[in-house]
C-alpha cells in the first residue's frame, strides 16, 4: 500500500493517514510473477471453499434421509484450518492486514512512515517464527506419524505440512511487502524536501 507519486507531499501525520486507501488493496492486484506463490495459495484456497461447500451441502441431504458420512466434522474443521492458512500469505501481500491508526496524533509523516516500517519489520518476524515453528511440528509428525483424534485418524502430518506451506508462503510476502514498503518511504522521502522548498 504505497502512496502515489502523484499525490502531494503530506505536511503532517494526519495528512499522511489521510492519503492512505480508506479500503484495503484486492488480492486481484497480484499479478505480477514475484506473486506466484501467493496467488497459487489463494487459488488453492478457493477450490477447497467450493468443495466444502458442496460436500457440507452433500452430507446435510444424506443425513435427512439417515445416511451419515464419516468424518464430515473432522473433515470441515481440517478444510477451515487450511483455508486460514492458505489465504493469509495473499492478505499479507495486498496489505489486507488490520490496520490500528494509534500514530494519527503524531506531527510528523515520518513518525507515521516509521511506525508503518516497524510493524512491517514486526510482521516479518513473527512470519518467521511461525514458519520453523510449523516445519519442527511437520518434522516431528513425520517421523513420528502422529495421527489425530477422530473417526479417521488422519495422519498429522498432512495438516501441519499444508500450515508449513502457508507460513513459508507468508514469509515470501512479508519480504516483498517490506521492500516494497522500504522504497515506498525513501521515494516519499526524497521529494519531501523539495516540495517543502
Same mark, same amino acid.
Given at each position: 500500500?504505497?502512496? /502515489?507519486?502523484?499525490?502531494?507531499?503530506?505536511?503532517? &501525520?494526519?495528512?499522511? *493517514?489521510?492519503?492512505?486507501?480508506?479500503?484495503?488493496? +484486492?488480492?486481484? +492486484?497480484?499479478?505480477?510473477? #514475484? @506473486? #506466484? /506463490?501467493?496467488?497459487?495459495?489463494? !487459488?488453492?484456497?478457493?477450490?477447497?471453499? #467450493?468443495? $466444502? &461447500?458442496?460436500?457440507?451441502?452433500?452430507?446435510?441431504?444424506?443425513?435427512?434421509?439417515?445416511?451419515?458420512?464419516? !468424518?464430515?466434522?473432522?473433515?470441515?474443521?481440517?478444510?477451515?484450518?487450511?483455508?486460514?492458512?492458505?489465504?493469509?500469505?495473499?492478505?499479507?501481500?495486498?496489505?489486507?492486514?488490520?490496520? =490500528?491508526?494509534?500514530? +494519527?496524533?503524531?506531527?510528523? /509523516?515520518?513518525?507515521?512512515?516509521?511506525?508503518?516500517?516497524? !510493524?512491517? =519489520?514486526?510482521? *516479518?518476524?513473527?512470519?518467521?517464527?511461525?514458519?520453523?515453528? &510449523?516445519?519442527?511440528?511437520?518434522?516431528?509428525? @513425520?517421523?513420528?506419524?502422529?495421527?489425530?483424534? !477422530?473417526?479417521?485418524?488422519?495422519?498429522?502430518? @498432512?495438516?501441519? $505440512?499444508? =500450515?508449513?506451506?502457508?507460513?513459508?508462503? *507468508?514469509?515470501?510476502?512479508?519480504?516483498?511487502?517490506?521492500?516494497? *514498503?522500504?522504497?515506498?518511504?525513501?521515494?516519499?522521502?526524497?521529494?519531501? /524536501?523539495?516540495?517543502?522548498?
Amino acid at each position: 500500500m504505497s502512496i /502515489p507519486s502523484s499525490s502531494p507531499t503530506p505536511d503532517s &501525520a494526519e495528512q499522511a *493517514l489521510a492519503q492512505l486507501p480508506d479500503t484495503a488493496n +484486492d488480492t486481484a +492486484d497480484l499479478r505480477e510473477r #514475484i @506473486w #506466484i /506463490p501467493e496467488r497459487a495459495l489463494e !487459488g488453492i484456497a478457493a477450490v477447497l471453499i #467450493i468443495a $466444502l &461447500a458442496v460436500f457440507v451441502t452433500l452430507t446435510v441431504i444424506l443425513r435427512y434421509f439417515g445416511q451419515g458420512v464419516l !468424518g464430515t466434522v473432522e473433515l470441515s474443521a481440517l478444510a477451515m484450518v487450511v483455508l486460514t492458512v492458505l489465504v493469509v500469505p495473499a492478505a499479507t501481500a495486498a496489505d489486507e492486514n488490520f490496520i =490500528v491508526e494509534i500514530v +494519527d496524533m503524531l506531527e510528523r /509523516p515520518r513518525l507515521v512512515d516509521m511506525a508503518r516500517l516497524l !510493524g512491517a =519489520v514486526v510482521q *516479518l518476524i513473527v512470519s518467521l517464527f511461525l514458519a520453523f515453528s &510449523a516445519l519442527e511440528l511437520f518434522l516431528y509428525d @513425520w517421523s513420528t506419524k502422529t495421527t489425530m483424534a !477422530g473417526e479417521l485418524s488422519m495422519a498429522r502430518y @498432512w495438516l501441519s $505440512l499444508a =500450515v508449513f506451506l502457508g507460513f513459508a508462503v *507468508l514469509v515470501h510476502a512479508s519480504v516483498l511487502f517490506l521492500i516494497r *514498503l522500504v522504497a515506498s518511504v525513501r521515494s516519499t522521502a526524497s521529494r519531501r /524536501p523539495h516540495e517543502g522548498a
